[in-house]
């Protein structure tokens, strides 16, 4: 059986659904041009906890906890459930980091910067174009051979940590 979510048809809907979604939820009150911004919104989290003081970006959002409480029910569901776990641990951990900075530094995600831009917002050129380079740099690499290694499968007990945290959070809320 093929997996919608990977034609082109699947992609195009689920696109055009998470659009949808971050519109909506500007619309119902999220700050101006974020919507949908992963980036941002483990920002706004990380504020919450107290990991930075900038005031206007403290707020425990709870649209990561519903990514990952619903990804979790999905796996669970569809029996794909299967946490695993990779090596070069302390890289994966550093590249995460330099992600989510390149991330806020141009804009936000790609999301984001596309809601920027659709609100007129010409910055938002300046930040996709930074999220292009960065993603070039990335293709590079894996064209000439980087890999971090093989992932594997880790005890079903591990895998219940994070949504345990992020439900531990929305109790909080």
Known sequence: MKNFFSSKTGVIITGSLIGIIAVTLQKLGNPANM???VACFER???GALGLH???VVQY?????AGFVLGSFAIAFIKKEYQPRAGSSTILRFFLGVFAMIGAL???GCPWRALLRLSGGDWNA???LLGLTAGIGVGVLFLKYGFSLGRNYKQKKS???IFP???LALMIML
């Open 164 to 166: 345990a945290f992020m």
């Open 44 to 46: 706004d989290i990380a």
């Open 35 to 37: 919507g949908v911004c």
């Open 125 to 127: 050129i300046v930040g």
């Open 158 to 160: 591990s895998g219940w």
């Open 105 to 107: 530094v141009f804009l």
């Open 60 to 64: 425990l959002r709870p649209e990561i």
């Open 53 to 55: 003081r900038a005031d």
